[in-house]
Nanobody
């Protein structure tokens, strides 16, 4: 089970930190990513953590977003800074390149960026 949290309403230029709790410890060392889905658009990958030294980001978020994880807590984080309205959407975490469980996605957490 994946439980995302930390979303909310933030003004442009603001910051949020998203959390993703992975309930099944079997997945504690799977490659994990953060995805987002904006209204009317397909879900896209924004950040992936291959390992602690290999972090990949979508061009649109490079330099502003940081993915991290706490294996002891089985939690993945996404620190988001300098948010813009284009960052708005529902954010999900999941395995990469495949979902941890075929076809399964958590409920996501809504991020709204507006003044």
């Amino acid at each position: 089970q994946l439980v995302e949290s930390g979303g909310g309403l933030v003004q442009p230029g603001g910051s949020l930190t998203l959390s993703c709790a992975v309930s099944d410890s079997r997945y504690s060392r799977n490659v994990m990513g953060w995805y987002r889905q904006a209204p009317g658009k397909q879900r896209e990958l924004v950040a992936v953590m291959i390992d602690s030294n290999k972090l990949n980001y979508a061009d649109s978020v490079k330099g502003r977003f940081t993915i991290s994880r706490d294996i002891s807590k089985n939690t993945v984080y996404l620190q988001m800074n300098s948010l813009t309205p284009e960052d708005a959407g529902v954010y999900y975490c999941n395995g990469y390149p495949r979902t941890l469980v075929p076809g399964y996605w958590g409920q996501g957490t809504q991020v709204t960026v507006s003044s």
